[in-house]
T-cell receptor, first 113, second 114 residues
Framework: QKEVEQNSGPLSVPEGAIASLNCTYSDRVSQSFFWYRQYSGKSPELIMSIYSNGDKEDGRFTAQLNKASQYVSLLIRDSQPSDSATYLCAVNPANFGNEKLTFGTGTRLTIIP | EAGVVQSPRYKIIEKKQPVAFWCNPISGHNTLYWYLQNLGQGPELLIRYENEEAVDDSQLPKDRFSAERLKGVDSTLKIQPAELGDSAVYLC????????????FGPGTRLTVL
């Protein structure tokens, strides 16, 4: 089992709709969870972080975390063509001094005008 | 504030040749990371530095890869000799603290091994 799993997509969503991206992780003691956006040919850019169970909203983005189910998701409301990118889920176990990010393979999102 | 700087941005070499990548982190960032990203995959950590000390190099293929950060600022990642499977993007990231939570990525170096 991979440490961080994502549906690789591609995921196509009409402009203005809600895009839902999902991620599961295997290390139950993981503490920190992140969503990075990566445009084609560019480097990853942090867009959301979440540390506690529940929802965290930032503009059109909402991150959801469920540690019991080892599941984290990202919702993008009112999707725009500029949201078309690959979204990487990353997890930091942050235990016993083990500070590192483990990334999923990413989900490629396309917003259809 | 200047971001993470990497050079070169692109490199094409023949297999068995050596290659080196350079990274200058954001000023004041003590923690530096080198990642490898294959096409269609997420970044994979190669090595993490805290100042000049390599604190996690467990994923670095030490038979052909080496890295240094002699003065705790800029860093060099070297491959010698390069193999076809080394073709990838090599990303450098830096963080202002020991926590891996806040990382800023450089633009990356795209390596093609022929």
């Amino acid at each position: 089992q991979k440490e961080v799993e994502q549906n690789s997509g591609p995921l196509s969503v009409p402009e203005g709709a809600i895009a839902s991206l999902n991620c599961t992780y295997s290390d139950r003691v993981s503490q920190s969870f992140f969503w990075y956006r990566q445009y084609s040919g560019k480097s990853p850019e942090l867009i959301m972080s979440i540390y506690s169970n529940g929802d965290k909203e930032d503009g059109r983005f909402t991150a959801q975390l469920n540690k019991a189910s080892q599941y984290v998701s990202l919702l993008i409301r009112d999707s725009q063509p500029s949201d078309s990118a690959t979204y990487l889920c990353a997890v930091n176990p942050a235990n016993f001094g083990n500070e590192k990010l483990t990334f999923g393979t990413g989900t490629r999102l396309t917003i259809i005008p | 504030e200047a971001g993470v700087v990497q050079s070169p941005r692109y490199k094409i070499i023949e297999k068995k040749q050596p290659v080196a990548f350079w990274c200058n982190p954001i000023s004041g960032h003590n923690t530096l990371y080198w990642y490898l990203q294959n096409l269609g995959q997420g970044p994979e950590l190669l090595i993490r530095y805290e100042n000049e000390e390599a604190v996690d190099d467990s994923q670095l293929p030490k038979d052909r890869f080496s890295a240094e950060r002699l003065k705790g600022v800029d860093s060099t990642l070297k491959i010698q000799p390069a193999e076809l499977g080394d073709s990838a993007v090599y990303l450098c990231a830096s963080s202002p603290s020991r926590s891996a939570d806040t990382q800023y990525f450089g633009p990356g170096t795209r390596l093609t091994v022929l």
